[in-house]
């Protein structure tokens, strides 16, 4: 698939994986939800109920400043399965800042569950610089 077309499916896919690593190298994986703003995916820590505030991925943003978010699509039909995985540089942004109220607007425009209760928490900005994607048939 071309990047057009990584771009498309991964903005418009409704959850992915944050992929980040801990300082001592371990990998460490969470599902979120993201909006696709330009070149960079936003994802925000939210009421969900989570077993601490203290969340490995931020500490693991703050220790290597990576991170990866692979979307995907699973179907019995194999040969419908496709994925993207865009890897880039990683930052928590002020939650009061600029860029994390236009990261929190552009969730709740995607996600209407944030329209009652919009994320509070901080919010983790990946700058995309590199795509790779996958596709079992390819589109014409």
């Known amino acids: 698939m071309d990047e057009d077309e990584a771009r498309r499916r991964f903005?418009?896919?409704r959850v992915g994986r944050l992929a980040t690593v801990t300082a001592q190298g371990a990998p460490h994986v969470v599902p979120v939800v993201f909006a696709l703003v330009d070149d960079v995916a936003y994802t925000a820590v939210d009421s969900k109920p989570k077993t601490t505030l203290r969340l490995q991925r931020l500490a693991n943003i703050v220790a290597t400043g990576q991170a990866s978010v692979l979307v995907d699509e699973y179907r019995e039909a194999?040969?419908?399965l496709w994925w993207v995985r865009v890897d880039g540089s990683a930052r928590i942004l002020d939650v009061d800042g600029t860029e994390a109220g236009l990261a929190v607007e552009a969730l709740t425009r995607k996600y209407q569950q944030y329209v009652r209760?919009?994320?509070?928490?901080p919010v983790i900005a990946v700058r995309l610089t590199r795509w790779r994607s996958w596709e079992a048939t390819p589109t014409p």
Do not use: H, L, T
């Open 11 to 13: 903005a418009a896919a």
């Open 78 to 80: 194999w040969s419908d």
């Open 117 to 121: 209760q919009p994320p509070e928490g």
